[in-house]
T-cell receptor, first 112, second 115 residues
Framework: SQQGEEDPQALSIQEGENATMNCSYK?????LQWYRQNSGRGLVHLILIRSNEREKHSGRLRVTLDTSKKSSSLLITASRAADTASYFCATGRGLGYSTLTFGKGTMLLVSP | DTEVTQTPKHLVMGMTNKKSLKCEQH?????MYWYKQKAKKPPELMFV???????INESVPSRFSPECPNSSLLNLHLHALQPEDSALYLC??????????????FGPGTRLTVL
């Protein structure tokens, strides 16, 4: 079953603008992760935020997590054409190996 | 080496064929995963191996048969597939120890078409 639900489903912006994607989930989690996928290829891990964290930064990425609302957001600042991809949130559960449940994803198009 | 490799990149097979997908990692990871991804959909977990033992089988039909010959290799054997099994098959690995907060490293996938 798909736990994460992203919105918007698609987002089109110009280079230099910020892009914000939201994710909601339903059950308890150990962490929430964001992945990027270029054009039907493999996924690349972007950032992991633990359930006891509220905000995390990595380069141009900022992730927030609100466990009371069961939601997270991914902000990409100063976007570039190379950021064009699908972005998925995934909720992680389990010990040792992590079982990920992916949301439906947001397709981001950044135009030059 | 932080790479997960998958072969082949593309595979076309008939419904009576038997084929195998291969996945390899040399990061010392002890958890490996198979996902299936249909077009414009998120990846869906199929199997999890932890320390070379099958830990999770997400009710996958028996025409998909996973195998973990050693800690670096993961295979997915395919037999009598249906056209609806056409998808991108992704392999991933993670540390598999030291707690729950492990990112997964994905291979580029095998694009499978069943005729």
């Amino acid at each position: 079953s798909q736990q994460g639900e992203e919105d918007p489903q698609a987002l089109s912006i110009q280079e230099g603008e910020n892009a914000t994607m939201n994710c909601s989930y339903k059950t308890s989690i150990n962490n929430l992760q964001w992945y990027r996928q270029n054009s039907g290829r493999g996924l690349v891990h972007l950032i992991l935020i633990r359930s006891n964290e509220r905000e995390k930064h990595s380069g141009r990425l900022r992730v927030t997590l609100d466990t009371s609302k069961k939601s997270s957001s991914l902000l990409i600042t100063a976007s570039r054409a190379a950021d064009t991809a699908s972005y998925f949130c995934a909720t992680g559960r389990g010990l040792g190996y992590s079982t990920l449940t992916f949301g439906k994803g947001t397709m981001l198009l950044v135009s030059p | 080496d932080t790479e997960v490799t998958q072969t082949p990149k593309h595979l076309v097979m008939g419904m009576t064929n038997k084929k195998s997908l291969k996945c390899e990692q040399h990061m010392g990871h002890r958890a490996m995963y198979w996902y299936k991804q249909k077009a414009k959909k998120p990846p869906e977990l199929m199997f999890v191996y932890s320390y070379e033992k099958l830990s999770i089988n997400e009710s996958v039909p028996s025409r998909f048969s996973p195998e973990c010959p050693n800690s670096s290799l993961l295979n997915l054997h395919l037999h009598a597939l249906q056209p609806e099994d056409s998808a991108l098959y992704l392999c991933a690995s993670s540390q598999g120890s030291g707690g729950p907060h492990n990112e997964q490293f994905f291979g580029p996938g095998t694009r499978l078409t069943v005729l």
